[in-house]
Nanobody, 124 residues
Framework: QVQLVESGGGLVQAGGSLRLSCAAS????????ISWFRQAPGKEREVVAA????????DYPKFAKGRFIISRDNAKNTVYLQMNSLLPEDTAVYYC?????????????????WGQGTQVTVSS
């Protein structure tokens, strides 16, 4: 098993940047695909970015391409999400999730482990 803890959320003005961290403990994080999801009030949880076990493959939905960058440091068991040019519509609780088997997938259901989430609020 792996435990995930997110940090780095907060309040930022539109156009600003934040870097989220997802620290993994327990079984080594390099065994897992890690993805970031977000969920705004009244909306479904959606993927923000995903990264392969080695870090060599990343995947982004259209709204995140060019603004968000996912990376991982397996030596530190940490995955990062650099968010730039933030918009008010990026306001949500951001979660990291781990998947032990299979390829990168954008839907939340196949992910076995979840962090508690970190709030990101972007003011206009």
């Amino acid at each position: 098993q792996v435990q995930l803890v997110e940090s780095g959320g907060g309040l930022v003005q539109a156009g600003g940047s934040l870097r989220l961290s997802c620290a993994a403990s327990g079984r080594t994080s390099s065994s897992y695909i890690i993805s970031w999801f977000r969920q705004a009030p009244g909306k479904e949880r959606e993927v923000v970015a995903a990264i392969s076990r080695s870090g060599g493959i990343t995947d982004y939905p259209k709204f995140a391409k060019g603004r968000f960058i996912i990376s991982r440091d397996n030596a530190k068991n940490t995955v990062y999400l650099q968010m730039n040019s933030l918009l008010p519509e990026d306001t949500a609780v951001y979660y990291c999730a781990a998947r032990s088997a299979g390829p990168i997938i954008r839907t939340p259901t196949p992910y076995n482990y979840w962090g508690q989430g970190t709030q990101v609020t972007v003011s206009s």
